[in-house]
């Protein structure tokens, strides 16, 4: 077994990089509570931290991160709490203004979720019941793309659960309010990790299109 001491020596570098030089800005994160600008739902998967993603300062951006970055609908938001109540805790105390839910390439959970297996245990039940929020997407890639290669369909399923939890946040009466009165904005990006970009869908095209394109390099 592996034990934590890189993530000890991770941490005495934020102390003196953090906490050190910038410790007036803690200071005042710790005098004036945090007020993000953005919350962010994200994947759990380790290869796609959003802070480092964002390069954003602490106290920027409120994080929820669980399997393939998924929102449940309004009626099953009791059923998972978890996500909900954080949803909830940034929209309403936090008053955030932008929410955005990043998906990415490689997911695991959405590969789970195509290969619709059905559970063993008990922790498989677990997933599959949470993934069983974007069932609608698979569906409608399996459909589409039937006689695609799988890695497209996982790329295009990828996209579309990002759809769905885009969709299913305009179910909670309290986002929708907001979202028309301009109070708060909604997001879906894609972290493509093989292309080194990072792209939004756009409702006037109905696509995702690069927002942060590929760093070229020299050599």
Known sequence: MRDVSKFLSGFRRFQQNHLGNRHGMYAQLVQQGQHPRALMIACCDSRCDPA??????????????NVANLVPPHVQATYFAATTSAIAFAVHNLEVEHIIVMGHAQCGGIRALLAHKDPTCNEEELIAKWLGIAEDARRQVLQDLADKPDPIKAHACEQ????????????????????????????GWYFDMNQGELLEYQLESGEFEVLVPHLATDG
């Open 52 to 65: 480092l993603l964002t390069d954003c300062d602490p106290g920027d951006m409120f994080v929820v991160r």
């Open 160 to 187: 579309a659960a990002i759809l769905i939890s885009l969709e299913n946040l305009m179910s909670y009466p309290w986002i929708k309010q907001r979202v028309e009165a301009k109070k708060l904005a909604l997001h």
